[in-house]
């Protein structure tokens, strides 16, 4: 079975904190993303990456930037965290490639609130 | 602009049929996706259609029109384990899965 982790569940930071949130996935795939997921809004791509040290600007990157050192590890950074970024952010990986169908597997997502 | 519009919530009743609409806008399309997410859960895979028809999976099925840019899924004998979200996405001509905010089944006794 695929297994993603996210460092955390629940995250607790104050405004102007610089946030690190770390995902590691166990079966060497070469796709991994960073999403933040509101109400209303469905799942939104901050970034992604497709190869170590390699990355790419989803629809929402304001305010966040990653790093890609390892294959199986993608971090998502806060570089100064404000309110508006209190949300569920999940992780997900997925095999290089388009035959594969069962495309992205999901880590259990970090609720960060930003106070 | 690529877009996927399905309900933001509905009802139905344990042992009922329900179907979840999805509407989709991508440039170019190379598939959907159906995931089901319980609540403070990740999402995981359910289905995937990239033909016109219907793939039946247990209770679940899940159909495509890519004529009418139009999915649904489609949960037969609804058991209370079935509430949850579902996420409607769909591949764009480049890969990129564009998602739905998805709709939440509430399942009565």
């Known amino acids: 079975d695929v297994k993603v982790t996210q460092s955390s569940r629940y995250l607790v930071k104050r405004t102007g904190e610089k946030v690190f949130l770390e995902c590691v996935q166990d079966m060497d795939h070469e796709n991994m993303f960073w999403y933040r997921q509101d109400p209303g809004l469905g799942l939104r791509l901050i970034y992604f990456?497709?190869?170590?040290?390699?990355?790419e600007k989803g629809d929402i990157p304001e305010g966040y930037s990653v790093s890609r050192e390892k294959k199986e590890r993608f971090s998502l950074i806060l570089e100064s965290a404000s309110t508006n970024q209190t949300s569920m952010y999940l992780c997900?990986?997925?095999?290089?490639?388009?035959?594969?169908?069962?495309?992205?597997?999901f880590g259990p997502g970090t609720r960060l609130t930003v106070l | 602009g690529q877009n996927i519009d399905q309900p933001t919530e509905m009802t139905a009743t344990e042992g009922a049929i329900v179907q979840i609409n999805c509407t989709y806008q991508t440039s170019g399309f190379n598939g959907l996706f159906w995931y089901q997410q319980h609540a403070g859960e990740a999402p995981t895979f359910l289905s995937y259609?990239?033909l016109d028809g219907l793939e039946e999976k247990g209770r679940f099925s899940s159909f495509l029109s890519r004529s009418k840019g139009y999915s649904y899924l489609l949960l037969k004998e609804l058991q209370m384990k079935d509430s949850a979200s579902y996420l409607c996405?769909?591949?764009?001509?480049?890969?990129?899965?564009?998602w739905g905010a998805g709709t939440k089944l509430i399942i009565k006794p």
């Open positions: 259609n990239v």
């Open positions: 997900a990986s997925s095999p290089q490639g388009i035959t594969s169908t069962d495309t992205q597997y």
């Open positions: 990456s497709y190869d170590v040290k390699m990355k």
């Open positions: 996405a769909a591949w764009d001509s480049n890969y990129q899965l564009i």
